[in-house]
């Protein structure tokens, strides 16, 4: 039920996936707002840290402090039960309510639980380390941390070395937790020296000012105790000066820095390392020792300098534009480049409950908290587990205790919203089984992955209001019909939750579910990284996990939502102006640098289709094609539509092209079934040859400089400014990265594990991945892309999987719709799941059971973005590596090609060597999760470049009938060959 989305503590623009968001702290008083000022501060994770030091005072303080609470109240009864409940998730959640039950009016009651609070002479009371122990990189050390009493107990299993990130917020949590306790807790004074070291970003000038403005006149000490702390910071980690070690001029040099930066503490052990590895002295003069001496000592800034802006989120700032009202666009833009204000509650009341912002809200649920597969482990909202191929927001243990409490709230007899209090009996007699399944869906948030919204149907809502509404307290003109109209207006299954799914357990068992496995689901990393499915393997030295935790960057400093390090990101500018964006990296510092301004979109710039006019980003079909309206400019599909006097046993090709295979190579890399389709797109005669692109020696007749050697590099290039080059000169490497784990397979079947050690090695390339005994002979196979590869390794090195076996002799239709004749030489393999129903990718002749996505794309973009890059061509392997990124389930991948009518066409497909239908159907819920994100420019996926030029997606997805659950025998192919990639991938030395 997206509407009634009951969130915590006055931040609606935290939405921290960790945290339960309970309806009953929109109570807009000021008894509150000290305590959601606090909650603002800092992040969940400190935030967690603070409740766990007051819940381990509150289990020890005297339970006298409740006699200040009226007997027979809801404040009494929830400070009793403080003293009494063992559970520490529950004493959290019920802390978090306190303010909720027991207003600050009752003073007498809070001044004692404040007595409680740790203070200076209180600071080992409580282990303040535990709020970091999710920081922890080994699950052995965040195990050990959790159950630490002090940090030395931890230091046998939990390495400095390698749990730099525990280690600092333990310091930094100590230095707080010693400096703040000079006030009480409800004080600004609290408030605002908790954001000094409860932020996971730098404290800026202003936050320093405000605590000595603020606290001088209550508490002088904490004033000193802050300077002592803030006169030294920032305190930069080391990986910060990365950047420092490409200044370096021998490649061993710069090699060392890495690693010596990404292992070492200290200043003093760096400096020695580096002495010893570089054969330098660290001479003010050498680029690298200057780097790291103005790195150590900044320059001050000018007196007049401009101040940085305020604080942002260019992730919500991307949101913005999708508001349907100009005074919820400027609400959501005045939030998002001012973290902090008090807008939000302007937007929440004039946005969060219009029907007219619905693609607003569901975009800024995408950036909080964006849908992923699966939910398990619950204990209280029990019949959403085991459900491994549905969507869920907010699947973990803080939901699922915000829902039981939930229901304890709404027993007092009102549900209070924003605007309105509902009045309802007794839940716990009248249909307590719905108002659980209310409960849990409004916090674990299953979300359909087309509409990707959150919302209770309205059938479900006015049926729970008109049984148990207790109508003689409603409004005049207040009926359960009108109230869901406003918290509840949509019944369409598709975009909205039917209540009755969760009204009994998932039927499928514990064996049936481990079938698919969601290793980044709940996410295992730290704050600051990224979790990623490991698809590599691993290396010997390193423990084999299903994950990889990588590093990212947040998109703005008041933002959660992270990006790859190395990535290059698109982001609105900082005024938010309609379709003006930077594009940006993520640096090795942990923040977007090195920004650059794109050229605006002209977003009021329609395009008119056959005498009416289409908005800029809206979708539609012309014939059979299908369209998107971008800038003033209309982009479509080219195949050939039939007229009522053509059949489909003609032609669908472009240019009413005839099906003859008769290929030809194109300068972008395709391989193009003839030169009539080339020159239908936009090839002149002299910027293609016959032959498939793969069957000539891209390097012949090249010549590289001294001590380079031509390496063949084939890639279909998207953006057409700059040449795509199907080769490069490379040197051999003087010292290759140990710590990187590309693995690739050389023409003799070793395996190495990276492409640098390969050449490094003097051998060739044979493909990309783990070397496979089925790959060792040359068996031949055409690649959707109507390309032949020597083996089916080399097809899935170039992320293409096969069409048939054999080389390519024939190109199907787009449309699927073609007579069988057209590949009639085809011999195809069977369908891998029995009981499928297969579908045919567009220019194949052999159907297949996966999922497929046709997307259109904006050529204008994809060609700035190569000019921003260096003139870097963009290919469609680079996009297909980033969309891998956004498929959680192992079981299932991507593969791709660019079609004949210049669509790209995206396949994810179950990759086991026998993969069952519940592996089919999640792969078919990543594909629609995808297409999803496209069609509504989900922030999640196009603030990726080059994923950002996508204007809009086709989906076609395969199903099973129902009974086929038993695979049938399959032929050696992709699939299993990917299978033994993914669970068979040797160590690498």
Known sequence: MRQWKWRVNGDPWKWHSTAPHFFLTFLLHDALWDFNKMRACFPITSFLLAINIYCQQLRAQDSSCCQYAAEASPCKEACEQLATIKSESRLKHLLQRLPSYCPESVSELWMCINSTLPGVSKKSDGWVGLGCCELAIASECRRECKQASSKNDITKVCKKVTENSLYSCIIKNEMGSSCCSFVGRHTNCRDFCDAIFRTDSTPTESQIKTVKEFCSSHSPKLVECVNNFTESYPARSPIDSLYC??????????????????????????????????????????????????????PSPPVDETPHPAKMDRAKLHCCSKANTSVCREKCREISTHWGSQTWQDFDQLCEYNPMEIELINCLADVREPCQLGCKDLTYCTNFNNRPTELFRSCNMQSDQGAMNDIKLWSNGTIKMPFMNIPVLDIRKCLPDMWKAVACSLQIKPCHSKSRGSIICKSDCVDILTKCGDKKYFHEGQTPERLCEVLSPIDDPEHCIPLHRYLTPSSLGNSIVEEIIHPCNPNPCPSNHLCQVNRKGCLEDTSCQPYICVPGCKMGEASEFLVQQDALIQVPTHDGAAGCHEMCSCGPSGRLENCMSIPCVEMDKGCIVEGQRKDHGSSFTTDCNTCSCFAGETICSTRKCPTKKDSWASTDHPCNCPYSFIPVCAVNGRTYPSGCVARCMGFKDQQFVFGHCHSSNPCTGISCPRNQRCVPRRRVCLSNTSDCLQYECVGRPAVCDRSSMEPACDTDGLVHRSLCHLQQAGKKLAYMGHCQDACRKTKKVCGHNGETYSTVCEAFSDRVAEDYEGPCRAVGALSGMILDRVC????????????????????????????????????????????????????????LQILRLHVSVPQCDVFGYLSIDNRLVVLVAAVDHQPTPLQIEACSKEAEKIDSLINYASPTLVSHVPLSAFLSSEINASSIHSGGSLPSPVHLSLWFILALIITAAPRIQ
């Open 824 to 879: 009639i030489e085809v011999t195809c393999p069977p369908i891998s799941v029995q009981g499928c129903r297969p579908i045919t990718p567009p220019g194949a002749c052999c159907p297949i059971c996966a999922s497929i996505l046709q997307i259109l794309w904006s050529q204008k973009l994809m060609n700035t973005f190569s000019k921003l890059n260096k003139n870097q061509p963009v290919t469609v392997y680079d996009i």
């Open 245 to 298: 070690c490409d200044r370096a001029e021998a490649p061993n040099c710069q090699a060392a820095c890495k690693h010596l930066l990404r292992t070492m503490n200290t200043d003093q052990e760096i400096m020695e390392g580096l002495i010893k590895e570089c054969g330098t002295q660290p001479l003010p003069q050498d680029p690298m020792w200057q780097c790291f001496l103005i790195r150590a000592h900044p």
